[in-house]
């Protein structure tokens, strides 16, 4: 492999990372940012309020984007096994 093939499979590596971990991701942030605007508004200073809400945000999101997150990284380890095939 050349380095331009590396940093090929390299980019696709960082962009299916991308895609399977920014769903849970992007919820976490969004019901991170719900619930501290709900602290700042009543005033309520509790550190571990924030943890259950999320968790169960993140749980459920993973649990929805499963297929998605599945053919992508399916998608990605079928283009690795062909590189390998033709390659070697």
């Given at each position: 492999?050349?380095?331009?093939?590396?940093l090929?499979?390299?980019?696709e590596?960082?962009?299916?990372?991308?895609?399977?971990a920014?769903?849970?991701?992007?919820?976490?942030l969004?019901v991170?940012v719900?619930?501290a605007?709900?602290?700042?508004?009543?005033?309520i200073?509790?550190?571990?309020l924030?943890?259950?809400?999320k968790?169960?945000?993140?749980?459920?999101t993973?649990?929805?984007?499963?297929p998605?997150m599945?053919q992508v990284?399916e998608?990605?380890?079928?283009?690795?096994a062909e590189?390998?095939?033709?390659?070697g």
């Amino acid at each position: 492999m050349t380095g331009g093939e590396v940093l090929d499979v390299a980019r696709e590596a960082v962009w299916a990372m991308i895609l399977v971990a920014g769903p849970a991701m992007i919820v976490g942030l969004l019901v991170g940012v719900v619930i501290a605007l709900f602290q700042a508004l009543t005033q309520i200073q509790e550190m571990t309020l924030v943890f259950v809400p999320k968790i169960l945000a993140i749980f459920v999101t993973i649990l929805i984007s499963l297929p998605f997150m599945g053919q992508v990284l399916e998608a990605f380890t079928a283009r690795i096994a062909e590189m390998i095939l033709t390659t070697g």
